[in-house]
T-cell receptor
């Protein structure tokens, strides 16, 4: 059973546009929802994370929107820049020392 | 530099061989996680260690094994290698009570 489904697989956005990546999960027991950014040749890096007691979290140009009833969360990148071109992974997990389950990834390309 | 060190960065070996991948977690982090990243599988959780003890297992093959040593570094052993084992292998570490991972830069394994 796939615990988290991520879409789209790839995304092309013009510079200055809004990039939106979506994830849906199955298990309502999850209480930690991070997004990771990965550049070629590098390991994933934590971008932003949210817990289910809030519906939105914003850090700079990056925003997570969380819909607990729909079991969905999304990453919005405002004013997208060519430097944002990377692969983005959502993940689900639990507070504490348990393993995260990652989505399949979205390759974002921001065209200048 | 994320603080998580993985060696070697690249490894090329023949089918049937055995290799060892090494990971040094960020200073103070007790948990180490191993993930496999291949083109069509995303980030797949293999195994987790916490303070020297195995904590959780994911989709780890019987040909693979790992351990965490008293100095908290971890090794992932891959044996009887097959072409399909070619992938990026990442380790990540977390601190006490902090669910966010810090990833290393990975080891790219190529089995020929």
């Amino acid at each position: 059973q796939q615990q988290v489904k991520q879409s789209p697989q790839s995304l092309i956005v013009q510079k200055g546009g809004i990039s939106i990546i979506n994830c849906a999960y199955e298990n309502t027991a999850f209480d930690y929802f991070p997004w990771y950014q990965q550049f070629p040749g590098k390991g994933p890096a934590l971008l932003i994370a949210i817990r289910p007691d809030v519906s939105e979290k914003k850090e700079g140009r990056f925003t997570i929107s969380f819909n607990k009833s729909a079991k969905q969360f999304s990453l919005h990148i405002m004013d997208s820049q060519p430097g944002d071109s990377a692969t983005y992974f959502c993940a689900v997990g639990y507070t504490g020392r348990r393993a995260l389950t990652f989505g399949s990834g979205t390759r974002l390309q921001v065209q200048p | 530099d994320s603080g998580v060190t993985q060696t070697p960065k690249h490894l090329i070996t023949a089918t049937g061989q055995r290799v060892t991948l090494r990971c040094s977690p960020r200073s103070g982090d007790l948990s180490v996680y191993w993930y496999q990243q291949s083109l069509d599988q995303g980030l797949q959780f293999l195994i987790q260690y916490y303070n020297g003890e195995e904590r959780a297992k994911g989709n780890i093959l019987e040909r693979f094994s790992a351990q965490q040593f008293p100095d908290l570094h971890s090794e992932l052993n891959l044996s009887s290698l097959e072409l399909g084992d070619s992938a990026l292998y990442f380790c990540a570490s977390t601190g006490q009570g902090a669910p966010g991972y810090t990833f290393g830069s990975g080891t790219r394994l190529t089995v020929v």
